[in-house]
């Protein structure tokens, strides 16, 4: 009898050994084999299950429409994994602080999100967990409930667009959670940095202009390289301007112009101007500034040199009417942007 009691003992023990396991198993064989998601035109990439399917369209918010994305891989029983981008609140400093901009993406998921995974009555709670950062973005950590499902949402804002990666479950998963969320990539945030280029005495072959990479994934920031004999934007606050540039003409039923100020931190594309041979003989230097209009699509439209040396004019305006910005929008409208752009020339 006490040989058939240890061997129930073993065999209980055994059970309680192995059903963990098991039920890893069963788990693995919902989610089954994970892919590395990273749809064109995005700037995230991430570790999902197979077979996510993804969504567009375009959700109301206030008296702004926002382009909408979602990568969604989900099962009745649970887990669901999603990644939600949107767009259409512009990065613009004279509307929003980068925070604020956070917070009215926030408003908006937490309104448009819960329809997807639990039908047209579903209601988020969301509960503030604290700061994040991703390779320079700023974001947010938050806990997510949705009826029976809860867990977590990691969000960032980029200068084009806003993601929220969500994780929900009908129980605790903390290594599932882990390892969805932590694979999330955002490319470095590229920062702005005043620059100079001394004139060359002899001439250089000069490099093709710079554009602008897109999305990368490496998560290295891009090589910058300035063309030789070229000149750089300069954050210099102009302290002089003559003959400012005249008030471009408003259509009826078209806003006015918003100032927006030194443009050079702001430009999505700023190609460098050439160093005219003659003004490199002349050892002229200095810094130039140029009046420029961007249209309601981010198109230098007008530019005119408004100070600085003479000879140095026409390259900064060549190169100021190949500058590229993201449009602004002024309470959901796109709107012309009028500033200026410096270029500093150093002679050695």
Same mark, same amino acid.
């Given at each position: 009898?006490?040989?058939?009691? @240890? #061997?129930?003992?073993?065999?209980?023990?055994? +059970?309680?050994?192995?059903?963990?396991?098991?039920?890893?198993?069963?788990?693995?064989?919902?989610?089954?084999?994970?892919?590395?998601?990273?749809?064109?035109?995005?700037?995230?990439?991430?570790?999902?299950?197979?077979?996510?399917? +993804?969504?567009?369209? =375009?959700?109301?918010?206030?008296?702004?429409?926002?382009? @909408?994305?979602?990568?969604?891989?989900?099962?009745?029983?649970?887990?669901?994994?999603?990644?939600?981008?949107?767009?259409?609140? /512009?990065?613009?400093?004279?509307?929003?602080?980068?925070?604020?901009?956070?917070?009215?993406?926030?408003?908006?998921? =937490?309104?448009?999100?819960?329809?997807?995974?639990?039908? /047209?009555?579903?209601?988020?709670?969301?509960?503030?967990?604290?700061?994040?950062?991703?390779?320079?973005?700023?974001?947010?950590?938050?806990?997510?409930?949705?009826?029976?499902?809860?867990? !977590?949402?990691?969000?960032?804002?980029?200068?084009?667009? #806003?993601?929220?990666?969500?994780?929900?479950?009908?129980?605790?998963?903390?290594?599932?959670?882990?390892?969805?969320?932590?694979?999330?990539?955002?490319?470095?945030?590229?920062?702005?940095?005043?620059?100079?280029?001394? !004139?060359?005495? /002899?001439? @250089?072959?000069?490099?093709?202009?710079?554009?602008?990479?897109?999305?990368?994934?490496?998560?290295?920031?891009?090589?910058?390289?300035?063309?030789?004999?070229?000149a750089e934007g300069s954050t210099e606050t102009p302290t002089e301007t003559k003959?400012?540039?005249?008030?471009?003409?408003t259509e009826p039923g078209k806003r006015a112009p918003i100032s927006g100020g030194?443009?050079?931190?702001?430009?999505i594309t700023l190609p460098k101007p050439d160093y005219p041979a003659e003004a490199?003989?002349?050892?002229?230097?200095?810094?130039?500034?140029?009046?420029?209009?961007?249209?309601?699509?981010?198109?230098?439209?007008?530019?005119?040199?408004?100070?600085?040396?003479?000879?140095?004019?026409?390259?900064?305006?060549?190169?100021?009417?190949?500058?590229?910005?993201?449009?602004?929008?002024?309470?959901?409208? +796109?709107?012309?942007?009028?500033?200026?752009? @410096?270029?500093?020339?150093? +002679?050695?």
């Amino acid at each position: 009898m006490r040989h058939i009691g @240890t #061997f129930a003992s073993f065999l209980f023990l055994l +059970a309680t050994m192995t059903f963990p396991s098991a039920a890893r198993a069963q788990n693995t064989n919902v989610l089954g084999e994970w892919e590395t998601l990273r749809p064109d035109g995005e700037e995230f990439a991430i570790l999902m299950p197979k077979s996510s399917s +993804a969504e567009v369209s =375009k959700e109301p918010y206030h008296k702004m429409t926002l382009n @909408t994305r979602l990568y969604l891989w989900t099962n009745p029983a649970g887990p669901v994994f999603a990644v939600s981008s949107m767009s259409g609140i /512009k990065a613009n400093p004279v509307l929003y602080t980068e925070m604020a901009r956070v917070n009215s993406y926030v408003d908006a998921f =937490k309104h448009w999100f819960p329809k997807k995974v639990r039908g /047209k009555d579903a209601v988020g709670n969301l509960t503030l967990v604290g700061p994040k950062t991703l390779n320079g973005h700023n974001g947010r950590e938050y806990r997510l409930t949705i009826g029976d499902l809860s867990g !977590s949402m990691h969000v960032y804002a980029t200068r084009r667009r #806003f993601y929220a990666a969500v994780v929900l479950n009908t129980k605790k998963d903390d290594a599932l959670t882990d390892r969805f969320l932590s694979s999330f990539f955002l490319p470095d945030k590229v920062m702005e940095a005043p620059a100079t280029v001394a !004139s060359q005495k /002899k001439a @250089t072959k000069e490099e093709p202009e710079e554009i602008d990479p897109g999305p990368t994934f490496t998560g290295q920031k891009p090589d910058v390289k300035t063309p030789a004999g070229g000149a750089e934007g300069s954050t210099e606050t102009p302290t002089e301007t003559k003959n400012p540039e005249p008030p471009v003409p408003t259509e009826p039923g078209k806003r006015a112009p918003i100032s927006g100020g030194v443009l050079n931190g702001k430009a999505i594309t700023l190609p460098k101007p050439d160093y005219p041979a003659e003004a490199r003989a002349a050892r002229a230097s200095g810094t130039v500034v140029v009046q420029i209009t961007v249209d309601e699509y981010g198109n230098v439209i007008s530019a005119r040199a408004v100070s600085g040396h003479q000879m140095l004019h026409q390259a900064s305006v060549n190169a100021a009417r190949g500058a590229r910005f993201a449009p602004t929008f002024l309470m959901g409208e +796109a709107v012309k942007v009028t500033g200026v752009i @410096t270029y500093n020339f150093v +002679a050695q």
